[in-house]
């Protein structure tokens, strides 16, 4: 920790202007974020971009905390659009390029169709564009930093998500703690303390997976140091749903290490112990004593998801949304026409399932092109690390309770991107030998600075 905030103390200084900024002049937010990618372009710090995107994501989830901050809700697009500038710009430097945004590619030029009957075409344009440029600019950066850095970018990026999570503490100086819990659950820089709990079930996978396909490049004090993190976090968001899936994933990768078809049958098997224990779960968790803590008073109601889940369903049945639905952004307007309908019945928020997110998005041919992709993205990691199966399952248990995967500019999606690109990149993987006789503390040289930004004539 010590030695990643001694080599990036600026895209640091670089966050607290931010924090200035988006206090006194919010405005400017729309010119500090992309002239911060040109400059660190320019001094050619790739990680810090990359970093830098992330924090921007996090801020952007925030609903109470830091004053001015909701101008990042908006400002983080053209954070965006200033990365794929880069790109374009450095693009000969930065091939072969990430195959990832490839194997999506059908489900991209499929999206923009449902938009002819989208009751707010302009919103759905920019969500469908923005969706797109995350799939091909992240894992772009991805695999141009590792290229740069080696093995050592992967470890500062989990020291960076480490860092984050621990300067949320800072949210506890507030005079109010509304700005940091949410019915006693602790939500930090994010929205919800769902949301935060999201954040770190994706920051365990992405630190286990990359200590599964590189051993030892973390020492063993700072991997508990890291796990005691993220636990700690995980706990005391109280959010089910994350700890479940992190859970499973720590259970099914021990699996899938032995064989596959092993890891399919206790996928199963879960999937059928889950359905008893649930039928009993109020009793068995009031029996441990942690009735407080699971909330065990809002098991029987889903927490309100199964009130938003039916009505999805209807809209899907009944309003013309079953075949292609209406654009991204449908699935919020949706919700938020009948929000104080659904609020009547104890619900309040979206429709916390990807699948059906999707599926009132882009229909039931969307949502089938996008799992296609998707799953083929899984199978080919698959192939590289047997950790990948474990990965697809806890993931496609996350998204069936939230509805994040269906969103492109959250803190959450441009992390799985992350986990993909590091299993999926044959150029990743296949460097594991050499990285190995790598020591896993030793400082990297900065990169040459690149030419000065010129974008290829049309």
């Known amino acids: 920790m010590r030695q990643f905030l001694r080599e990036h103390y600026q895209l640091l200084a670089f966050i607290l202007l ?14 500090v974020l992309p002239i911060g990618v040109f400059l660190f372009r320019r001094a050619g710090r790739w990680q810090d971009i990359l970093f830098g995107f992330i924090a921007c994501l996090v801020f952007s989830d925030m609903i109470k905390g830091l004053p001015g901050m909701d101008v990042m809700k908006s400002a983080k697009s053209a954070y965006l659009l200033a990365m794929l500038m880069v790109l374009l710009a ?51 950066y991805v695999l141009h930093a590792f290229r740069l ?17 621990l300067a949320q503490q800072l949210m506890r100086l507030a005079p109010d703690s509304n700005f940091y819990l949410m019915a006693d659950r602790f939500r930090g820089f994010f929205g919800n303390p769902n949301g935060m709990a999201i954040f770190v079930y994706l920051s365990l996978v992405l630190f286990m997976v990359v200590n599964e396909v590189h051993p030892g490049l973390f020492s063993r004090s700072s991997s508990l140091f890291i796990y005691a993190v ?27 290490r032995i064989s596959v078809f092993l890891g399919i049958i206790s996928f199963i098997a879960f999937i059928g112990i889950s359905e008893l224990i649930s039928n009993n779960l109020p009793a068995i968790i009031t029996a441990m004593g942690l009735q407080e803590y699971l909330r065990v008073d809002t098991i029987s109601d889903g927490s309100g998801r199964y009130i938003a889940w039916n009505y999805a369903w209807g809209l899907i049945n009944n309003d013309g949304y079953f075949l292609f639905g209406a654009g991204f952004e449908n699935e919020y307007y949706l919700m938020y026409k009948a929000y104080r309908y659904l609020s009547s019945l104890g619900h309040q928020g979206g429709v916390h399932n990807s699948y059906l997110a999707f599926w009132l998005n882009v229909g039931i041919v969307g949502l089938v092109i996008y799992l296609r992709s998707f799953v083929l993205v899984f199978i080919k990691a698959g ?10 399952f806890s993931v496609l248990f996350s998204i069936l309770y939230e509805s994040w995967l269906a969103g492109s500019l959250n803190p959450y999606t441009i992390l799985l991107l992350v986990i993909l690109t590091v299993m999926s990149e044959g150029e990743v993987i296949g460097s594991i030998a050499q990285a190995a006789g790598d020591p896993p503390d030793r400082e990297l040289p900065e990169p040459a600075a690149p030419p000065p930004l010129i974008l290829p004539a049309r």
Do not use: H
């Not at 479940?244 to 259970?251: G, I, K, P, Q, T």
């Open 230 to 256: 993220l636990v700690y976090y995980l706990i005391t968001c109280g959010a089910r749903t994350a700890l479940m899936a992190s859970l499973m994933f720590v259970l099914f990768i021990q699996f899938f």
């Open 18 to 31: 931010w924090v200035l900024v988006a206090r006194f002049a919010a405005v400017l937010m729309y010119a």
């Open 383 to 392: 192939k590289n690390t047997p950790v990948a199966m474990a990965v697809l």
């Open 90 to 140: 450095d693009q000969a430097q930065m091939k072969p390029l990430a195959k990832l945004f490839t194997i999506f590619l059908p489900f991209f030029a499929y999206a923009f169709l449902p938009i002819i009957v989208s009751p707010v075409p302009l919103v759905s344009i920019e969500k469908t564009v923005s969706y797109a440029l995350l799939f091909l600019v992240v894992p772009n």
């Open 149 to 165: 850095y080696g093995w050592g970018f992967f470890k500062n990026l989990i020291w960076f998500l480490v860092f984050l999570l």
